[in-house]
């Protein structure tokens, strides 16, 4: 009888490959669905998801290679540790602002546990995720009344400007979708123009830059002649958008705007950072704390909690060895993003994800994005998710 139980049972097993499978790949979608709607229960997931990952990979079940960017990435993270926090001003402070690099085990993880199909069912998720929050964000705007700059739409962010990062990054998904990705151009359709009209009301310029960006490469990627619909685009949108977005729109070219002129003021704050400590940078965490000895005259605040802009904050807080892995980041993944854009397994989600990096990179030159704990997480599963759908099909769970 034993024996015979025993035979009846033994087929319900997970084959030993399979086990963290079956455990990371639920919780990746946990994980994915709650980026854009709680930063702390999307760090338990992943705290989560990287147990599982480095379980699967000590007892060998799991030897998916990283994405190709994620060499460089490793290469920023070593320098931060090894060189910018032993030689900061504040080593302490700097040790505790520097676990942001543990994020960029997001990649590795999306690799082993979003193979094949299962990368466009993440984007489906994270795109459900940020419907919900988008439609969080319009009902705070027309109704709660956050409709000026002393209060924002911030969905459930606890500011309005990672929110805006975060809606920019999935309006690159959707528009990719829409365009490249006939099977799932309906979804899409559903959640655009929820996206846009959250993003816009929360005034963030930057993030309105970026979206811009990334929605004109996109249209050059389809077609060059789309961009012939970027002017009627433009005109509709300043004849229906509300007097407040457009001032705000406006206010982007005016040099007597309080926070244009504190931005130029940090760019010169930065560059005399970057001048007294070229190599090391004066460590991770502490523009704040000597942002008074480096502020100029005709700066606005008094402090600033960083530069807003992210090349000049690498630099100044880890020194320019840290901008060249930086930048050698960006070339890696743009690199392997242009190859994939060939494959028509991966090339709605290399297209999305290659105005993914141009919307960073361009709101990045307003904003310090990179180092938003909430935006890097999901730009690096955007990022990744590429090279999963070409990395074959998820193993099975028999």
Request: aromatic residues 10%; hydrophobic residues 65%; charged residues 5%.
């Given at each position: 009888m034993i024996a015979a139980l025993r035979r009846t049972v033994m087929p319900l097993r997970l084959p030993a490959a399979s086990r963290p499978d079956a455990v990371g790949w639920p919780v990746l979608l946990l994980f994915v669905f709650a980026l854009p709607l709680s930063i702390?229960?999307?760090?338990?997931?992943?705290?989560?998801l990287a147990g599982v990952w480095l379980a699967a990979r000590a007892d060998g079940a799991e030897r998916s290679p990283?994405?190709?960017f994620f060499t460089p990435l490793l290469a920023y993270a070593a320098w931060t540790v090894a060189v910018s926090v032993p030689f900061s001003l504040a080593p302490a402070t700097s040790l505790v602002e520097s676990r942001e690099v543990l994020l960029f085990l997001v990649a590795p993880i999306v690799l082993a546990f979003a193979r094949g199909e299962r990368a466009r069912t993440v984007v489906t998720v994270a795109l459900a995720a940020g419907a919900v929050n988008a439609v969080a964000g319009i009902v705070?705007?027309?109704?709660?009344?956050y409709d000026n700059l002393g209060q924002r739409p911030s969905g459930s962010m606890g500011h309005y400007m990672t929110y805006a990062g975060l809606l920019m990054l999935m309006l690159c998904a959707a528009l990719s979708r829409l365009l490249f990705d006939a099977r799932d151009r309906a979804g899409a359709l559903v959640v655009l123009p929820a996206l846009s009209v959250a993003l816009v009301v929360t005034l963030t310029r930057s993030a309105w830059i970026g979206?811009?960006?990334a929605g004109g490469l996109l249209l050059v990627l389809r077609d060059r002649r789309l961009l012939a619909l970027a002017p009627?685009?433009?005109?509709v949108f300043l004849a229906v958008a509300p007097a407040q977005v457009t001032d705000r729109l406006y206010s982007t070219f005016d040099l007597r705007d309080p926070t244009n002129r504190d931005r130029l003021a940090m760019l010169t704050a930065g560059a005399g950072m970057?001048?007294?400590?070229?190599?090391t940078g004066i460590g991770p965490g502490l523009v704040e704390e000597v942002y008074a000895d480096y502020r100029p005259a005709n700066a606005v605040n008094e402090t600033n909690p960083h530069l807003h802009n992210v090349p000049l904050q690498i630099a100044a807080e880890r020194g320019l060895p840290a901008l060249?892995?930086?930048?050698w980041f960006v070339a890696a993944a743009a690199r392997d993003l242009v190859r994939r854009l060939r494959d028509p397994a991966s090339r709605t989600l290399a297209a999305g994800a290659l105005a993914a990096m141009a919307?960073?990179?361009?709101?990045?030159?307003?904003?310090?994005?990179?180092?938003d704990s909430e935006f890097l997480m999901l730009l690096l599963v955007l990022v990744t998710l590429p090279a999963s759908a070409a990395a074959g099909p998820a193993p099975r769970i028999a």
């Open positions: 702390a229960v999307s760090q338990i997931l992943l705290t989560v990283a994405p190709a705070q705007y027309g109704i709660l009344q979206a811009a960006a009627v685009a433009a005109v970057v001048r007294d400590h070229p190599l060249a892995l930086w930048v919307a960073m990179l361009a709101a990045g030159l307003f904003e310090y994005n990179f180092g």
